[in-house]
C-alpha cells in the first residue's frame, strides 16, 4: 500500500467517525425536541386545569437546586428589595 493509500484510509475512517458522531446528535436533538413537545403539551393541560404556569415553572426551578441554594437566594433577593424600598 502507498503512503497516500494509507492516508486517504485513515482521512475516510476519521469522515465515517464523524458522520457517526453527527448523525448521533442529530438524532439526540430529535429527541430532545420530542421531549420539549411532551413538557409542552403537560403545561398546557394544567393551564388547561386553572393552574399558573409560571409559577409552576418557578416551582421546577426551585426544586433543581440544591438543598439551602434557595434560601440563600430569597434572603439576597428580599435584602436587596428592602434596599430599593419594595419591601
Avoid: C, P, W
Avoid at 9 to 26: H, N, P, T
Avoid at 41 to 60: F, Q, S
Avoid at 64 to 87: F, P
Amino acid at each position: 500500500m502507498a503512503d497516500g493509500e494509507a492516508i486517504e484510509d485513515k482521512g475516510s475512517i476519521a469522515a465515517q467517525e464523524l458522520r457517526l458522531f453527527v448523525e448521533r446528535v442529530e438524532r439526540l436533538e430529535e429527541e430532545k425536541k420530542g421531549i420539549a413537545d411532551d413538557i409542552k403539551d403537560v403545561m398546557n393541560e394544567m393551564k388547561g386545569r386553572g393552574y399558573d404556569t409560571k409559577i409552576v415553572r418557578k416551582i421546577l426551578s426551585i426544586r433543581k437546586k440544591k438543598k439551602g441554594e434557595h434560601q440563600e437566594e430569597e434572603m439576597l433577593l428580599e435584602t436587596y428589595m428592602a434596599a430599593l424600598g419594595m419591601i
